[in-house]
């Protein structure tokens, strides 16, 4: 449940399952929220031989039958992920969710076998407007491959570990920008096409099991603590005074530290922002205009100002002409203490219960 809370919290309304039966718990609580969910059968870059296709199909049916009565529920991922498949094994994926949940929706990589067409936007070669898209994965795999596009080779001042998405939240201020630029200008380029819905990969840092590090991509780490990513989703949303996960945001993307920050990003869903350095403005301005930002609900904020001594910054955001929300950081002192907080989502504390703190 609270994964799935954070993940609201973020801004988001849909995500894209992994590729292993989910727990009914997690679907639970995206009932619950209203997170839609792209639920999906086992399986990535491997088909196999009978046994497999058969394993295949009896998983189809138990995933079905298991979650049709979920109202989260978008479609069915009944592909193997990003993996060839012959031709009659995907027609009886479909005749499956005919027999098991008939009226509702499939999804696949494999275009115009499947209701809904899901494709990475580093496999993009053209919009095709003829079928139903969503964009199943962004930000990450384009960059690390480094052939995102844009103006990724203006970016010689930066090591290609720099460059990508895969950054640790103890990466530092630059390279967690760097992160949620990627994101930005990919986020903003899906929206120039018809696609109803994209998932960035992804939510939370995870161990991959396969590899003995730590994958990098998310926008909170594994201890589910934010990087500046999830604050620019966060500030996607519409503000709606009467929803939870809707209220005005303004958040300082910076530690202020001098030497390392050299501008300050604000990423807000108000119409304006006020920056203040040490009680004295610095400029109140409207949303930023550039080839990263045409498309989307609400631009972040970037102030000219360099951190060259210790000092604090406060930001004020504007929604109708009125202050209605702020944020303050300050440059790191000597650390005294630890004060530890647990962010229960909302749910108390049980027996055997595992917290993150």
Known sequence: YRDAYLIKKAGFDYVRASHYPHSPAFLKACDKLGLFVLDAILGWQYFGDSLFVEHAKTSARELIRRDRNHPCILAWELSINETPMPEDFMQEMNAIRTEEAPGTNTAGWIKDKYDIYIEARQHRKEVDF????????????EYYAQNAGFNQNEWSN???EERNSRQSRESGEKRMLQQALNIQEAHNDNRSTHAFADGYWSMFDYNRGYADDI???G??????LPKFSYFFFQSQRDIDVNNEFAQPMVK???YWKPGESKYARIYSNCDEVELYLNNF???RKMPDVDYSTSNLNHPPFTFDVECTSPGKLKAFGYY???RVCSDSIRTPEKARKIKLLANTCGIALKNNDLMLI
């Open 158 to 160: 930066l090591l290609e």
């Open 130 to 141: 003829s079928v139903p898209l969503i964009v199943s994965e962004y930000g990450d795999r």
């Open 252 to 254: 300082i993307a910076s």
């Open 281 to 283: 403005l610095v400029g």
């Open 219 to 224: 926008i909170m780490d594994i201890c589910r």
């Open 320 to 322: 109708k002409g009125k």
């Open 215 to 217: 994958e990098y991509s």
